[in-house]
T-cell receptor
Framework: RKEVEQDPGPFNVPEGATVAFNCTYS??????FFWYRQDCRKEPKLLMS???SGNEDGRFTAQLNRASQYISLLIRDSKLSDSATYLC????????????FGAGTILRVKS | SAVISQKPSRDICQRGTSLTIQCQVD?????MFWYRQQPGQSLTLIAT?????????ESGFVIDKFPISRPNLTFSTLTVSNMSPEDSSIYLC????????????FGSGTRLTVV
């Protein structure tokens, strides 16, 4: 079983749609969780960290369920510019600092 | 957030040769990380580079193949040695920094093609 698993997609959605990505992780001792965005031929960029209580940043909402070892990202009112690969990232332990990346979910927003 | 300059941005190399990738950060950082992203795949950590000590390599990566230098708190190099086509990949450096929570910023990557 992979440490971090994501549905690869692609998710093809129209502008304005709401789309949700899911991610599961295998290490129950994982401490930190992130969603990164990677545009084609670019480096990953931090989209948001994921907190136990869930957190929201504009159109983006991230949720963490530690009992089910499950992370989600919800994007509301999708824009063309949201088209990218979304990477679920887990830090399995706080020492040493190490990130484990999911394979990514491709989102394509179309007009 | 930290600004990371990575070079070269891309290169095409002959098999059997070596390439050294440089990573310069605009602030002092304790740890720098080197990742590989093979075509169509996600990122895999190669090693963690601390200033003043040997790099720590992840399973499947060895110092002879990927020697790393970390001469100061703002700079690191990764060498891909004795290259084969299987080394064709994107190589990225990364630093950890406080962004309300510890997050990771990446350089723009080096796209390596081995022929």
């Amino acid at each position: 079983r992979k440490e971090v698993e994501q549905d690869p997609g692609p998710f093809n959605v129209p502008e304005g749609a709401t789309v949700a990505f899911n991610c599961t992780y295998s290490n129950s001792a994982s401490q930190s969780f992130f969603w990164y965005r990677q545009d084609c031929r670019k480096e990953p960029k931090l989209l948001m960290s994921v907190y136990s209580s869930g957190n929201e940043d504009g159109r983006f909402t991230a949720q963490l369920n530690r009992a089910s070892q499950y992370i989600s990202l919800l994007i509301r009112d999708s824009k063309l510019s949201d088209s990218a690969t979304y990477l679920c990232v887990v830090n399995p332990s706080h020492l040493p600092n190490k990130l484990v990346f999911g394979a990514g979910t491709i989102l394509r927003v179309k007009s | 957030s930290a600004v990371i300059s990575q070079k070269p941005s891309r290169d095409i190399c002959q098999r059997g040769t070596s390439l050294t990738i440089q990573c310069q950060v605009d602030s002092q950082v304790t740890m720098m990380f080197w990742y590989r992203q093979q075509p169509g795949q996600s990122l895999t950590l190669i090693a963690t580079a601390n200033q003043g000590s040997e790099a720590t390599y992840e399973s499947g990566f060895v110092i002879d193949k990927f020697p790393i230098s970390r001469p100061n708190l703002t700079f690191s190099t990764l060498t891909v040695s004795n290259m084969s086509p299987e080394d064709s990949s994107i190589y990225l450096c990364s630093v950890e920094e406080w962004q309300g929570i510890y997050g990771y910023t990446f350089g723009s990557g080096t796209r390596l093609t081995v022929v």
